[in-house]
């Protein structure tokens, strides 16, 4: 392990963070200097959120005045916050977000078996100490990504995925202030470990407060460099796993897929350098940031840090096993059960799997028989495609375990997305319209029938093609 893969220097990317949104909480959770009397920071962060419900469109934004029971200072920080974050940069192109929009409604049902035995695998190789539970991950990691990329999400008034975008950063530069007390430039320029307290609630704020960090073993919370490569997760990963399923898109589609979420990575703050624009550029970006991370997640887990910020015992174990064992536990056959978890290793690879504790967690039989029926399924694929270019069973595999994760992560009523309404119906719409695989023969559809979710509410958007 190389020492600079974990000292902190100068040109650190883990020592960058963002200080647009971060002046904006100052100014939130700061002494306030117009004789407004200031309230406590718990109270600033209640009348925050209030203020952000009325974020519920991109063409919301633009108008947006706080109402009058918002405090001046944070209306006015908000107000400043939204005219410097908000603009989409120069380099977009709407054609080519346009073409991403049409290939997340082409690729409909694999999308969430991609996002959960890929996407979120490979973010949990660089877990920290702020990581959520299981169920809110894969709904913010959901929601993000509907948000984004459901017809006009970025470009249209109508549209959610700017809005979201940015309380996603405003949330970042708070978690960012909470633990460590205070503007994370001053607290770089101190250097010294932040102890942990007696929480005041539990609450996630109270709690980030009060959890203590050690600056030197991790950097500043949600730092450049792990926003890349939380970023590169949706970006680049999920485009190498649509190719090692064999569904791999054309270099037009990977392009406008990649920019589209390059703009995200734009809105979220992340340094432009760190904005990969080709797949060789992003592949190359995502090792080094892995073993950058891999690196790091040793030496924090490996011995007794100097502050107590919670348990040193390494989560990311337990965190992949909770997730293998949500998408396992509807699957009645034991000899079945480990294949989502077979498909994350062939999605992944081995070393990840190694990482997150997953290897051996599969019988041998279950990995002789999933080896086998993919087998199959290549060898009928290749040749059936000539025939029937919409034909692949695995993709049909792939989006059966779509459909799963769907019903309980994406329109499930009773622990909805945290997004505005008209989004939410929006997502409902679009998993109805993932039902059908347009390009897929009748006979495949109707094996997916079997497994539709739940009746959407209304017809989806259509996207653009390319």
């Known amino acids: 392990m190389s020492a600079d893969l974990?000292?902190?220097?100068?040109?650190?990317?883990?020592?960058?963070?963002?200080?647009?949104?971060?002046?904006?909480?100052?100014?939130?959770?700061?002494?306030?200097?117009?004789?407004?009397p200031a309230l406590s920071r718990w109270d600033a962060l209640a009348a925050t959120q209030r203020a952000l419900g009325g974020w519920d469109s991109n063409g919301a934004l633009a108008a947006w005045q706080a109402d009058a029971a918002t405090p001046a200072p944070i209306a006015?920080?908000?107000?400043?916050?939204?005219?410097?974050?908000?603009?989409?940069?120069?380099?977009?192109?709407?054609?080519?977000?346009?073409?991403?929009?049409?290939?997340?409604?082409?690729?409909?049902?694999?999308?969430p078996a991609l996002l959960a035995c890929a996407s979120l695998l490979e973010a949990d190789v660089a877990v920290e100490p702020l990581a959520q539970p299981l169920g809110k991950r894969v709904r913010a990691a959901a929601g993000l990504q509907c948000a984004v990329l459901l017809g006009g999400g970025l470009l249209d008034p109508s549209g959610a995925g700017v809005t979201q975008v940015l309380k996603l950063r405003l949330a970042h530069a708070i978690a960012r202030h909470l633990v460590v007390r205070g503007d994370p430039a001053e607290a770089l320029a101190h250097g010294a470990a932040i102890p942990a307290l007696r929480p005041e609630g539990a609450d996630r704020w109270r709690t980030l407060f009060a959890r203590g960090w050690d600056l030197r073993a991790n950097g500043l919370p949600r730092n450049q460099e792990e926003l890349a490569y939380a970023l590169l997760t949706h970006h680049y990963v999920f485009l190498r796993s649509l190719r090692r399923l064999g569904q791999g898109l054309d270099r037009q589609e990977e392009g406008a897929w990649l920019h589209a979420w390059n703009v995200v990575g734009h809105l979220l703050g992340i340094e432009e350098h760190l904005l990969p624009a080709t797949m060789k550029e992003a592949e190359a970006l995502f090792a080094r940031l892995q073993q950058n991370a891999a690196a790091?997640?040793?030496?924090?887990?490996?011995?007794?840090?100097?502050?107590?910020?919670?348990?040193?015992?390494?989560?990311?174990?337990?965190?992949?096993?909770?997730?293998?064992?949500?998408?396992?536990?509807?699957?009645?056959?034991r000899i079945r059960k480990p294949w989502p978890l077979l498909l994350a290793r062939r999605l992944c690879g081995p070393a990840t799997m190694q990482t997150l504790g997953l290897d051996g967690r599969a019988g041998r039989t279950s990995r002789i028989l999933f080896a086998l029926a993919m087998g199959a399924a290549r060898a009928i694929d290749t040749p059936a495609r000539l025939l029937a270019p919409g034909l692949s069973l695995r993709r049909l595999g792939a989006r059966i375990l779509g459909y799963r994760l769907a019903r309980r992560y994406l329109i499930d009523p009773a622990r909805p997305l945290d997004l505005p309404e008209a989004l939410l119906?929006?997502?409902?719409?679009?998993?109805?319209?993932?039902?059908?695989?347009?390009?897929?023969?009748?006979?495949?559809n109707a094996i997916e029938r079997r497994f539709r979710p739940q009746r959407a509410l209304r017809a989806g958007h259509e996207a653009a093609p390319c």
């Open 296 to 333: 790091l997640a040793g030496a924090r887990y490996a011995a007794p840090g100097v502050v107590r910020y919670g348990t040193l015992a390494d989560p990311r174990p337990a965190l992949a096993a909770e997730l293998m064992d949500a998408l396992q536990d509807d699957i009645g056959s």
């Open 6 to 36: 974990i000292e902190p220097s100068a040109a650190d990317p883990r020592q960058r963070a963002d200080p647009l949104a971060d002046r904006a909480v100052a100014r939130i959770l700061g002494a306030w200097d117009d004789g407004t």
């Open 76 to 111: 006015q920080a908000l107000h400043d916050y939204l005219r410097q974050a908000g603009q989409l940069p120069q380099w977009f192109e709407p054609g080519k977000i346009g073409c991403a929009e049409a290939v997340f409604a082409r690729i409909g049902m694999l999308a």
């Open 425 to 444: 119906r929006q997502v409902d719409a679009a998993v109805r319209d993932w039902d059908t695989d347009p390009a897929a023969p009748r006979w495949m």
